[in-house]
């Protein structure tokens, strides 16, 4: 095969070939040029290597230099690969890594053309080499820059973020953070799409931090307490991350936060819920980059010219419209136990031996309580507590993930194995039961870690203490809600006695008449003892009667309210049932003798099943006896 040969074949003259192979065909026309070029690669023509020197001919291929190595190269690459080999290239593929110099341009074979993907301003002086060699090269890759001296195929990163942040508002969102390496293109188009839509610019929404060490894991997961309802991420390494935290926290993504990314690649649709992201024109943009290179190979561009990506949403699994119905913050510092459950025929007494009917292992404890219980109601719940590195303890935080508690507050203690409780359940009709606990790891919950997690109690409503911990440790976290005006909710079982500094501090005192005995000991009624406690500071006492219902006393009410009538079967966890319906109808700024209301039937919802937290209802259950409430609980 020669010229001649291709001449023949194109019907054309030998100095038309020419001029096209050597460049020279300004005057040739378009549809002559494709001819001969089409049988040159059909022929994959190669001229006498003498001549090769001084004559342009084509190699067939491409070389594709990798600047910056990301998740999203691989699609990009695959793109390319398909739209060369329609036109009859191959590529070659070089990964720079740090140091391009490692790579030594055209060191003993030739190619039609390069493509460098990556960071633009990174790498000018490997742009500039293929410059000064006159090869025809083409950038993609990175944002576009103002003075670039190739073309380029640019993915602009301020009109994917404004695309982005518009499609979110959009759907409803307003509270909108971002998650980004520092990029100022991506600032001002986030910026603009809020300032469009008269949404307040703050730059507290923006975490720009480096995630790759810990101190960024750290600033990042607490950076996610700000109430944001979406968040744009820059890359799927900011995706990954923040997929992880909010599944550590037990926030359900898209539920409670949507994210989109401004990258798309493979792994956002293996992630679940999969990964909304901004697309560059997806399968298209391959083709684009090697037709702004077969314009430079062939010299038909003119200066620099760039060709901008189309941009659009690939819509998936993590967007969604924002709940106009967001449940108050709450805080539950207490116990985490796993509760050993033994039926027996009653309870037995001293010295006597009985064999059980049944067991079951249930997670319990009075914090873990209610923190699902107030969860299952709607409420946005942290948990503070502590739990041995152990299976149980695992399992316990498992299940608080799965009833959407946050669990930010956790700490795994090495020292001490998980909490339990033996809780012994009569089968007699009353069901009271008796219960035996092992602190375990909840007595190594202390002040150091209160204070480390004291950023949980900003914007919080109500904290819901309970002295299963020890009382130190209970008494300041009162004292961190007494100075971030978080009200107390005190549930005192496991205490023996109790300080008026921590009563003073105390919102609702929330005893049972046992407790009540205890804590106030000698003669007197239990209207009398409640009197005493206020006496010493307690704003509202509480006292839960079982099937007599309970005692209100405070400086408006002294009042007995009756119980709600059902038939108990287990009662080990009315008292927790009450208190975190208590505090999420109060929070929600239910009137107190009504929200004891939504309280009293949570109780007695509760006490017709076995266990505690399965039994525990949801809004819906508790709400289905909404008129009954409203009759009985009247102010």
């Given amino acids: 095969m020669n010229i001649k040969d291709i001449a023949k074949l194109a019907g054309v003259s030998t100095s038309t070939v020419s001029k096209v192979l050597n460049k020279k065909d300004r005057d040739i026309s378009e549809a002559t040029r494709e001819k001969i070029l089409q049988i040159v690669r059909k022929y994959q023509y190669v001229p006498y290597s003498k001549i090769r020197k001084n004559t342009y001919i084509r190699s067939y291929y491409i070389e594709v230099l990798l600047a910056d190595v990301c998740f999203d190269c ?30 030594k341009l055209l060191d003993g074979k030739d190619v039609d053309g390069i493509i460098v993907v990556g960071d633009y301003e990174r790498y000018r002086e490997i742009i500039s080499e293929i410059r000064i060699k006159q090869i025809p090269c083409v950038h993609t890759g990175g944002s576009g820059q103002k003075e670039r001296e190739i073309p380029g ?32 293109d991506i600032v001002k188009g986030y910026q603009k799409a809020l300032y469009e839509s008269k949404i307040e610019f703050n ?73 909304t992201a901004v697309v560059a024109s997806g399968e298209n943009l ?31 699994e993590s967007v969604k419209v924002p709940n106009r119905w967001q449940g108050q913050k709450i805080v539950v510092v207490g116990s985490l136990n796993l509760d050993v459950s033994i039926s027996v025929p009653y309870i037995p007494t001293g010295g006597e031996a009985m064999i059980a009917t049944g067991t079951t292992l249930i997670p319990g404890g009075k ?13 946005k719940v942290y948990m503070i507590g502590c739990l041995g590195n152990d299976s ?111 009563l003073r501090n105390v919102t609702y005192f929330v005893p049972n008449e046992k407790e009540l005995n205890l804590l106030v000991p000698g003669e007197g009624t239990v209207e009398e003892k409640a009197g005493m406690l206020c006496n010493r500071g307690v704003e509202n006492v509480i ?43 109060l929070s929600e700024n239910v009137p107190l003798v009504r929200a004891m209301g939504f309280a009293t039937y949570s109780a007695g919802i509760t006490v017709t099943r076995q266990g505690v937290q399965p039994a525990m209802p949801d809004r819906i259950a508790l709400e289905m006896y909404q008129d009954m409430i409203m009759d009985t609980f009247k102010e």
């Fill in 74 to 103: 691989t699609e990009l690459i695959r793109s390319i690969g398909r739209a060369a080999s329609v036109k009859g290239y191959s590529i070659i593929i070089n990964n720079l890594k740090e140091n391009w110099k490692q790579i």
């Fill in 367 to 379: 914090g873990a309580n209610q923190a699902i219980g107030a969860a299952k109601l709607g409420s």
């Fill in 153 to 184: 195929v640019i993915y602009e990163e301020e009109k994917a973020a404004y695309r982005a942040v518009s499609y979110l508002i959009e759907k409803g969102h307003t509270n909108i953070g971002c998650v980004i390496s520092e990029s100022p």
């Fill in 286 to 316: 391959g083709e684009m980059v090697m037709d702004c290179l077969f314009r430079q190979m062939e010299d038909r561009a003119s200066g620099a010219e760039s060709i901008y990506v189309p941009i659009e949403i690939k819509e998936r």
């Fill in 543 to 585: 006292v839960t009667l079982g099937k007599e219902g309970c005692y209100l006393k405070n400086a408006e009410y002294a009042r007995h309210f009756p119980a709600a009538g059902f038939e108990s079967v287990d009662t080990t966890g009315g008292a927790d049932a009450f208190i975190s319906a208590l505090a999420v109808y």
């Fill in 392 to 502: 149980d303890g695992k399992e316990l935080c498992g299940n608080l993930l799965k009833h959407k508690v946050r669990t930010d507050g956790i700490e795994f203690e090495n020292t001490f194995s998980t909490g339990k409780a033996y809780i012994n359940i009569p089968a007699n009709d009353d069901g009271d039961s008796t219960i035996i606990v092992y602190p375990g790891a909840n007595r190594a919950l202390s002040r150091r870690q209160i204070k480390k997690y004291e950023y949980l109690f900003e914007g919080a409503k109500y904290c819901l203490l309970s002295l299963e911990i020890p009382v130190e440790t209970a008494a300041y976290a009162a004292a961190i809600c007494q100075r971030k005006n978080v009200k107390v909710i005190l549930k005192p079982s496991g205490a023996e006695k109790i300080y008026d500094e921590l």
């Fill in 203 to 275: 730059d507290a929404n923006i975490f720009r931090e480096d995630i790759a060490s810990d101190s960024g894991k750290r600033r990042l997961r607490e950076w996610t307490e700000l109430k944001n309802t979406a968040v744009l991420c820059s890359d799927e390494e900011k995706v990954i991350c923040l997929y992880r935290i909010f599944s550590e926290k037990g926030i359900p993504v898209p539920e409670d936060v949507s994210i989109i990314s401004l990258k798309d690649s493979k792994y956002l649709n293996l992630l679940k819920p999969s990964v």
